[in-house]
């Protein structure tokens, strides 16, 4: 196997051996795979020779083998370097995180390609609304994994969801009606703000439903192994 | 064929060491036996009196054989001014440039929340409360110009704001000697972004 100028990102990174390190990288083509940078933390003239092969910056990256592990063969930017910082930076390490607990090796996701490096992309806007960028990729994320739901139809019934009816997520079914409004209930859900959602609204109108419905939805295949990167976020 | 026991576990014991796989290690153990008795037992010596000796400082967390390491006692040192670095190896490239009188305070890591270490495992509050209880007066913040250095960077000039202290972050990016041509982009993102007015 041999592929040229692959469009890539970095998700992780360790050192191996003396020199090189082994990279967990998404590709555009390939889904995500584990590379190996030969000689790459050895210093070169002016500046070291990994000093782009870290995450968030756009690269092509040239590799070959035939086994599980590939060989990073050639690597160049793609395009400028994103300048993340506070927690945007956070925000975009907590992505890398979600994707190295959820993808599998080897698994090709070029929607999800598009809309991790669209993502990366928005949060290099220092204006940039962070909760909506990031609810609106968790989703993404879900349906890739072919554990998405209907936001604007019950997953029992295929009955629409409605203005002013309550749901719970069920994650064999995905919503479901609730008999009474629950108000005071952690897990449940207005319609009117869910039907926001199936329109692509991810953003204020409907942050605290976002939140809640997809952290719900991420933690039944995340297991009890908590996800870090909220550690990083400390009045958020 | 099989080396004795005794060798095998040599071996296998030398296979702790970063970038050491079965065939250097079995290299190594065969010329210690072979050609270096000498050089063997001084390593062992020398290992286990380290190990014995060598603990983590009290205030800085560097390694020391002390409770408290000579910077930190050294009484020429600014105790009010502290340089937050990531491993032992950055303390001593910092002290080789000579132009820094303050003391550290050594991470030992960085965040890296995809392999377990968030802002607790590396002592992130415990540093908060030892600048605010000790009335310091300047923060460097000195981690490497990573993903993960400046999230650490970013954390910790977050957790320092509205202290009263001033923060600032060492500077990154073209090397002394270096060659503009050969400075990969994004370092030279990084040196431009930080770039300085020129008085
Ligand atoms: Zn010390």
Known sequence: MRVKLQPAFVLHSR?????????????????????????????????????????????????????????????????????LGGDRLFSAMYLNELMVRLLHHHDPHPVLFVAYADTLRALNDEGCQLHAQLRRFEFTLLCELGFGFELAQEGGSGEAVTDDGWYGFDADYGLVHLGSPSNGQRAAFPGSDLKLMAAGEFGEPVKSTAKRLLRLALAQHLGDKPIKSRDLFRRT | MNFSPAIEDLIQALRCLPGVGPKSAQRMTLHLLERDRAGADNLAAALLDAVNKVDHCQRCRNFTEL?????????????????????????????????????????????????????EEIGLDR??????????????????????????????????????????????????????????????????????QVE
Request: hydrophobic share 40%; charged share 20%; net charge negative.
């Open chain 1, 15 to 83: 050192p191996y051996r003396d020199s090189s390190q082994i990279l967990d990288v998404l590709t555009a083509e390939y889904g995500r795979l584990a590379l190996v940078a030969k000689g790459s933390r050895r210093s070169r003239r002016g500046g070291s020779a990994g000093a782009i092969l870290q995450p968030f910056i756009p690269l092509l990256v040239s590799f070959s083998g035939r086994s599980e592990m590939k060989t990073l063969v050639a690597s160049e930017m793609a395009s400028n370097p994103l300048a």
């Open chain 2, 67 to 119: 409770d408290i390491c000579e910077i930190c006692i050294d009484p020429r040192r600014d105790t009010s001014i502290i340089c937050v670095v990531e491993t032992p190896a950055d303390v001593l490239a910092v002290e080789m440039s000579g132009s820094f009188k303050g003391i550290y305070y050594v991470l030992m890591g960085h965040l890296s929340p995809i392999d377990g270490i968030g802002p």
């Open chain 2, 127 to 196: 540093f908060h409360r030892r600048v605010v209880e000790e009335g310091v007066s300047e923060v460097i913040l000195a981690t490497n110009p990573t993903v993960e250095g400046e999230a650490t960077a970013y954390y910790l000039i977050d957790l320092l704001q509205g202290d009263g202290v001033k923060v600032s972050r060492i500077a990154h990016g073209v090397p002394l000697g270096g060659e503009l041509e050969y400075v990969d982009g994004s370092t030279l993102a990084h040196a431009l972004t930080g770039r300085r």
